[in-house]
């Protein structure tokens, strides 16, 4: 029970979707939290005989609790953000610091897109987290950054909430045409990164059958169309969903007078979307526990990008490699890549796997350096090594070499043989809590690269027999 000594909005806390603000005698914000119901969140700070000294102090300094109720948990998501970046509250700061909250970053391109930062990464292009304008250099990379989010599990899934509203592509328009080749022969394009299918030599990209892509692989929308669609996605993250609801009527109007019926009709179902947002894809355990007693954080994502990575050879020969891709908990096929091992000589698994990582870290870096090279590529949340500690060893060496902070894990088999054992920094509670908590999720990404690896040593050493 809330002590009577402290004053509280109305007197009372509603049980609906909100954010909170916890003030001491000197009304100074100590805290802003989001909540499914604030009646029931703000209320357990007051209720848990458990508290970590850190959320007992900043309790005891509470003499004042605002809240601003939302019509549902993603708008709380969207406005805890903004009102932590824009207050910066003293407790806030110290559950995790700037560099290791999540943002969301709209990239400046052609056709902009969301991708996701830590604010250590961020601070390479020139992006100071807690600050509401970028940089003349950070406008170079991004029309807005939006954070920082201390649920990054609720801000991917609260994107892909949104995504049928504003549809935005990860893809690349089709080639141009070149005037001094001719027609249909421009810029060519990774085939796993261009449409294809509508038009000669032109498919169109999966999300864009779903309709979560407005067509840019097949050349479907202008530039002005799209970064309309990304001027509604930012209004939304800016907190305005009734400027874009509006918007959205406006237009839908417009398309009814000028007899544009489809046109009109998928802009209610729009809006209808936005007015009825369903919270059930938000509601994850971060949302039922106290925030502050995790202070360290953790800070690998099981829904974001797994990777994991096998070798496969048979006394040296036809020697290849896998990495295999879990996104959201799921194979992502589409992303799955060979590797042929080019500069080991016979069975050495430690140095063909230094091999892959490193052709794999280059991919890395061109994907960070240009939104145009290297898709498919982005930074995984943890590597998944299918060995022991020699070959964890070597790769921690790579990644310390390049530069890379990105947490490795090794599954090697147990002492019996019928018992993974997994290979990891035990001083690192972060990468402890993330192999108890993901184990079922590592074993299958690791079996995934086992099983691709081989499939492709097979195809690669019947090949070899027959050329013979």
């Known amino acids: 029970m809330i002590p009577n000594t402290i004053k ?44 970590d000294p850190r959320i007992a102090e900043m309790v005891s300094h509470i003499v004042r609790i605002d809240y601003i109720e939302t019509p549902s948990v993603l708008e709380a998501l969207v406005l805890e953000a903004n009102q932590i970046k824009a207050k910066k509250p003293k407790y806030n700061i110290l559950q995790r610091d700037d560099k290791s909250y999540l943002y969301l970053c709209i990239t400046n391109e052609d056709f902009p897109r969301p991708v996701f930062y830590r604010g250590h990464e961020l601070e390479k292009f020139g992006v100071k987290p807690f600050e509401k304008d ?36 990860i893809c690349l328009p089709p080639p ?31 999300d864009y059958q779903l309709k979560k892509c407005p067509g840019v692989c097949v050349g479907a929308i202008s530039k002005k169309e799209y970064r309309h669609i990304i001027k509604q996605l930012i209004q939304f993250f800016d907190g305005k969903k009734s400027v874009v609801v509006r918007e ?16 009109a009709a998928v802009l209610r179902k729009k809006i209808f979307a936005l007015e009825h947002i369903r919270d059930v894809a938000l509601l994850t355990k971060e949302d039922y526990t106290l925030p502050i007693e995790k202070l360290s954080g953790d800070t690998i994502d099981l829904d974001g990008r797994i990777e994991a990575y096998d070798n496969s050879n048979i006394s040296g ?60 590529w982005e930074r995984p949340q943890v ?57 079922e999720i590592f074993q299958r990404v690791r079996d995934e690269a086992h099983r691709f690896a081989i499939t492709f040593h097979r195809v690669r050493r019947a090949k070899a027999f027959i050329q013979k």
């Open 8 to 51: 509280i909005k109305n007197n009372a806390l509603p049980d609906h979707p909100g954010v909170y603000f916890y003030f001491d005698k000197a009304n100074r914000l100590l805290y802003v939290g989001k909540a499914t119901s604030l009646k029931s969140r703000v209320g357990s700070y007051f209720s848990s005989k458990r508290l």
């Open 134 to 169: 970028l940089s003349k250099e950070a406008k170079k990379k991004f029309l807005r950054v939006f954070g920082p989010y201390t649920s990054g599990v609720s801000l991917k899934r609260a994107l892909e909430l949104v995504r049928p509203m504003f549809p935005w592509s």
């Open 176 to 206: 141009q045409p070149s005037p001094s080749k001719g027609e249909g022969v421009g810029k060519a394009y990774p085939l796993h990164l261009r449409g294809g299918g509508l038009g000669r030599g032109v498919r169109a990209c999966f």
């Open 248 to 263: 959205m009527t406006k237009e839908m109007n417009m398309a009814s007078r000028e007899l544009k019926f489809e046109e």
């Open 317 to 376: 020969t036809s020697p290849v490699a896998s990495m295999t891709v879990f996104l959201d908990g799921k194979p992502a096929k589409q992303l799955y890549r060979k590797f042929k091992i080019k500069t080991v000589v016979g069975a050495n698994d430690v140095a063909s796997m230094e091999e892959v990582i490193r052709r794999r870290l280059e991919r890395l870096e061109k994907s960070e350096r240009s939104e145009r090279e290297g898709r498919g």
């Open 383 to 439: 590597m998944i090594i299918d060995g022991g500690e020699a070959q964890v060893h070597r790769v921690q060496e790579v990644l310390d070499e390049l530069g890379f902070d990105i947490p490795i894990i090794g599954i090697a088999k147990g002492f019996d043989r019928k018992q993974d054992r997994f290979v990891f920094d035990r001083t690192n509670k972060d990468l402890a809590r993330a192999a108890v908590r993901g184990k």
